[in-house]
């Protein structure tokens, strides 16, 4: 019914603060609501929240735990620029379609800042401009085009000369592309706030609860579980993240390993700005700041083969980030107190695949694939909620398991296979 993952190893450094505590109850009975919601994770919570604002009887379940799978893993520099530069996006998909993306992906962080402040949860939220570094997979040149690409469709975004990047950020590069208003948080203390949101709206979490089988008909989904009890939904929602149940197309991605760490809390701001920072290199480093003043260091993908071989990779690969990070600021402290791996999945073209399930009526699933996960689980909250209501999103069709064009689902299978 659905792959298993040990989806991290080692301690992520979410661990060092305190989160809110979210109830969760036995499931001792049969039980019955509108949508049941499978991993309550950073993508579940988030959809469980968009449902119950819409007054759904939500029931969500999790194999594991509240927050115990992918979502400590990861360092929630939370972005609207897509893995893939919208020039070459272009070039996969179509301009018209990659401009949309692009431009979704910008008012999903916007629609989750909003979220966030509404709802008043205390997530260490600050908003940040972000540095795309120039690297060995985008040049100065390349840059400098994308930067254009960006402004033509109306997404603000700046050329950094290698000048202004040292005098302003201190950082020693050949260019950059300088954007703002992305977003920097806590990701288990936004989980655990949206959870519990959602409690206060009646919603009921069950943990551990295993789902083996899910059986559409024509009032529902009957869902089966490891214990024997059932579970009877009008819809089904699967937030498994990169746990594909066996009905989840899984020709479409890959699974990639990642590393990072965090260094102790270092004396007065790691660099001007505290610009969030990722570079047009592979592998690429990316970098922010917490709360406190440490730094969060992630990148040195690798493809992944078991979970063995991941975490045996990881003091290397903690030393290879140090490396890093002090060659990039000097005057830091940049040895790691946290160091952690976990598994994550990317597709050719960096977009996530949201949507109802072919041939599966009444089953979604939410697969925010790439390096832009929190922003494409907002987009899937809203795509999700907008569809069980019953009204239709004209962004849909860029995310859907049944894209239409065909070359865009046959560019993802060749990266998978390449993968």
Known sequence: MQRKLDLRTGIPVWNAYRAPRVSVQTLTRDVKCDVLVVGLGISGAMIAEALTAQGLSVIGVDRRGVMQGSTPATTALVQ?????????????????????????????????????????????????????????????????????????????????????????????????????????LDPRKLTAGLLKTALERKARFYAPVEVIALAPGSDGVGVETRNGLAISARHVVLATGYELLDMVPSDTHSIISTYAIATKPQKGKPWPGTALIWEASDPYLYLRATADGRVVCGGEDEDFADEESRDSLLAAKARTLSAKLKTLFPQLDARAEFAWTGSFGTTTTGLPYIGELPGYPGIFAAQGYGGNGITYSQIASELIATAIAGDEDGDARLFAFDRTGMMRRLTDMAGALVG
Not at 119 to 126: E, Q, S, V, Y
């Open 80 to 184: 609207f620029e897509i893995d893939q530069p919208l020039s070459e996006l272009g070039r996969m998909i179509g301009q018209a379609d990659a401009t949309q993306a692009w431009r979704r992906s910008r008012l999903a962080v916007t629609n989750l800042q909003g979220r966030i402040r509404e709802l008043g949860i205390r997530c260490d939220m600050t908003t940040a401009p972000s540095l795309y570094l120039a690297g060995d997979a985008l040049g100065p040149a390349e840059l400098r085009r994308e930067a254009e690409a960006r402004a033509s469709i109306g997404i603000r975004a700046t050329y950094l000369t290698p000048t202004v990047l040292k005098e302003t950020f201190g950082i020693a590069r050949k260019g950059a592309i300088l954007s703002q208003d992305n977003l920097a």
